[in-house]
């Protein structure tokens, strides 16, 4: 009977400690999320035209990101309904993102920054289209979410006119983000081609090289993506796909 007893105590411990042990695993091994940030601005200056997020700047990105199994949560200067451009459904990839409903839905109720768990993400991605230039370079809350991820050893990524809410960035020490690193956007050519530099309330690229970034770009139109000691930038929304890549490689190194 005694042998029973403490064979039936041997294995409780043993069941108990394993679960102990699994709990723990879980607890280690968990993927932090990947904010998304998205602009709250529907015009574009007075030209009477609307703008927003353009559309494949989000879906390329976050087919990579969904496809390694991460998830992914989208915020906006304002919250709530974000609008839409670059409304593409002859893209495919487009096309699955607008009809995977948890995800639309999402783009539908994004967060305000003041409801985001910083220590929930080691990425944020932040998405371009026009309306950037108007709510993303002065926004501080957004700015603080940033500065603490990245100096939490995170990941801080924008594609083409997304780098809008890098210039402003300040980490602890004083110094902006970018300054003294290779930085890319959305290019001055690129916005003239357009016929857009008067619109703009400012050049993307001059003011990224007054705040002491590296600047790096392509030709009109051509892929371009940086990456800088945890800064990852696009320079239009070609390079979309490119930007999710290396945000998945470098978020592969901070397991």
Known sequence: MKRIILALLLVTCTTIAQHRVHN????YT???KVLFVLTSHNELGDTGKSTGFHLGEVSHPWKVLVEAGLEIDFVSPKGGKAPVDGFDLEDPINKEFW?????????KNTLKPSEVKVEDYNVIYYAGGHGT???????I??????????????????????????????LNDGKYLVDGKKINSFTDAEEKALGLEKVV????????KERGAKFENSDLWQ???????RVIT???????????????QEQIKLK
């Open 141 to 170: 809350e957004l700015q603080t979410i940033a500065r603490k991820i990245y100096e939490n050893k995170g990941i801080v990524a924008a594609i083409c006119h997304g780098p809008a809410a890098l210039v402003n960035i300040k």
């Open 24 to 27: 723990n695993y879980n607890k």
């Open 99 to 107: 009809e995977d409903e948890v995800y639309k839905l999402k783009t």
């Open 133 to 139: 230039m108007w709510d993303f370079a002065d926004n």
């Open 223 to 229: 892929i371009h993506v940086t990456n800088d000691q």
């Open 30 to 32: 968990m993927k932090k």
């Open 234 to 248: 696009g320079q239009n929304p070609m390079s979309a796909k490119r930007v999710g890549e290396a945000i998945l």
């Open 201 to 208: 309330p400012f050049l993307l690229e001059t003011i990224l």
